[in-house]
């Protein structure tokens, strides 16, 4: 069975820094590009990164430029979201997923909070 | 960033309805161009990817055409698993965007 297992969200103050982990199970997860994708309560969906599948290659979305970055370890199944001076607009459920044509697997999500 | 703009933004129809959903894009992105179905508190599903393939498992009531900049979801007999959010979503450029979702509710 595929799995996509996201951690590492949490309740965090503007400016601070989180790493989101997504663990993946149930298929060759070193032959696919990987994304995460996130969506604000009550929000549509947004696209936030790219890498592919030797993490060579990796694109952000530019509202996150310079401060998040998203990398991958194929040894261990996992992708990872490193998040730094976030923000309240950064609040929102946070799904990584898994892309073939289309994104054909995605977890459950993990939430992030940004308050003081 | 290519803008994707959908319509309608909510939909009311009827069982066994055809209903057809809009996605227009900025710019060209040729066939890059995805739709997916999310329901409440549900990860999004993939529907149609490369503007127009049906990913398998989809029912073939659901289609997809368009090349450039528009491009059509058609469900062509609503059923009552059918009511949800549907998005489309461009992979032609490095930044990739969602439309901003279609709600199609029970009329």
């Known amino acids: 069975e595929v799995q996509l297992v996201e951690s590492g969200g949490d309740l965090v103050q503007p400016g601070g820094s989180l790493r989101l982990s997504c663990v993946a199970s149930?298929?060759?997860?070193?032959?696919?590009?990987m994304s995460w994708v996130r969506q604000a309560p009550g929000k549509g969906l947004e696209w936030v990164a790219n890498?592919?599948?030797?993490?060579?290659?990796?694109y952000h979305a530019d509202s996150v430029k310079g401060r998040f970055s998203i990398s991958r370890d194929n040894a261990k199944n996992t992708l990872y979201l490193q998040m730094s001076s976030l923000r309240a607009d950064d609040m929102a459920v946070y799904h990584c997923?898994?892309?073939?044509?289309?994104?054909?697997?995605w977890g459950q999500g993990t939430l992030v909070t940004v308050s003081s | 960033d290519i803008q994707l703009t959908q319509s309608p933004s909510t939909l009311s129809a009827s069982v066994g309805d055809r209903v057809t959903i809009t996605c227009r894009a900025s710019?060209?992105?040729?066939?890059?161009l995805a739709w997916y179905q999310q329901k409440p508190g549900k990860a999004p599903k993939v529907l149609i990817y490369e503007a127009s393939y049906l990913k398998s498992g989809v029912p073939s009531r659901f289609s997809g055409s368009g090349s450039g900049t528009e491009f059509t979801l058609t469900i062509s007999s609503l059923q009552p698993d059918d009511f949800a959010t549907y998005y489309c979503q461009q992979s032609n450029s490095y930044s990739w965007t969602f439309g901003q979702g279609t709600r199609v509710e029970i009329k």
């Open positions: 890498i592919n599948q030797e993490g060579n290659a990796i």
């Open positions: 710019q060209s992105i040729s066939r890059w």
């Open positions: 149930g298929f060759s997860f070193s032959s696919y590009y």
């Open positions: 997923a898994t892309w073939d044509g289309g994104w054909i697997y």
